[in-house]
């Protein structure tokens, strides 16, 4: 574990400094201690145990048949092989076309050497930026970090910088997480966000929130804003919902036809994204965002 990470990291339990121990995160008050595995994920889970947590979340996951339908052919080793090929060019996820604030990253980013403490939260193993850490809920994720949202295990004024993209949507209650993530920025830190606005309901497990620009920035006050605006615009947003629309019309109510026929028109429709590459510059883009944004500094 990096060294300035391992400075920053505070017990979750009573908040305080954690010291390594061999395989072990020793916390120098409550002498609780947390577990470094061998893939070097430091877990610092206090409360409910996870197996119980994810025992609820799979029983949500069961209402979304869409989640169904991708965790069953998520073992399909052909499905995934036929995924990898085609990820890069679909960037990613398939009706997404994202402009990430660039003030932001190169503000969090700054280059070699700046030896700055960015935590992604919510990002598994695939960061927004390679020089930021990353913590998730789940040990599945690959994260750096093993904790959750609501108890960050953080000293208090201690990062440079949080990043949460797609997460804020999924919080059960998101004042009360802002809170926590304001606490462990240091003054003159930064708190950058991104959560989809137009997108359906997605279960991961838990859908929760949608936020505009203005909505972020009233959820992260006192930080002063830097940038808010549209992330992903109405280009995206249609390609997401027109294979939702044609897939129900054609369907007649068959849950099987439903997936064939939106997979169908995904393919068929996906190329409408690259409109948002014109129309996120378009004066009215305000009015149909796939995706928003939020970059904010915490007063020094
Ligand atoms: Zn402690």
Redesign the pocket.
């Known amino acids: 574990m990096e060294e300035r990470l391992l400075k920053v990291l505070?017990?979750?339990?009573?908040?305080?400094g954690?010291e390594k121990k061999g395989q072990e995160l020793v916390?120098?008050?409550?002498?609780?201690g947390y577990p470094v595995n061998a893939d070097g994920q430091a877990i610092l889970l206090t409360g409910p145990r996870l197996e119980d947590l994810e025992e609820s979340a799979e029983a949500i996951r069961q209402k979304s048949s869409l989640h169904q339908f991708y965790r069953r052919h998520q073992q399909s080793r052909l499905l995934n092989t036929v995924r990898k090929i085609i990820r890069p060019l679909t960037s990613g996820i398939l009706f997404v076309y994202l402009r990430r604030s660039e003030s932001a990253l190169k503000t969090l980013f700054p280059g070699a050497g700046a030896e700055k403490v960015v935590i992604d939260v919510g990002a598994g193993n695939n960061p927004i930026h390679p020089d930021a850490f990353t913590l998730d809920l789940y040990q599945e994720s690959g994260a750096d970090i093993i904790a959750r949202i609501e108890n960050l295990p953080f000293a208090d004024n201690s990062l440079d910088g949080l990043v949460s993209c797609g997460v804020i949507e999924h919080l059960k209650n998101p004042w009360k997480t802002a809170e926590e993530m304001k606490r462990v920025v240091k003054p003159g830190g930064y708190i950058y966000a991104e959560i989809p606005l137009l997108q359906g309901i997605h279960y991961n497990p838990f859908d929760e929130q949608r936020f505009t620009p203005d909505g972020l920035e009233t959820l992260f006050q006192p930080l002063i804003t830097v940038e808010k605006g549209v992330a992903s615009g109405p280009g995206s947003a249609l390609a997401h919902l027109l294979p939702i629309w044609l897939a129900m019309i054609l369907s007649f109510r068959s849950k099987i036809l439903y997936e064939m026929l939106f997979l169908f028109f995904s393919w068929i429709t996906f190329p409408i994204k690259y409109t948002d590459f014109f129309l996120l510059n378009h004066p009215e883009i305000h009015r149909a965002p796939f995706g928003v944004y939020y970059f904010g500094r915490k007063q020094s």
């Open positions: 505070a017990c979750p339990a009573c908040r305080s954690l916390c120098a008050s409550c002498r609780k």
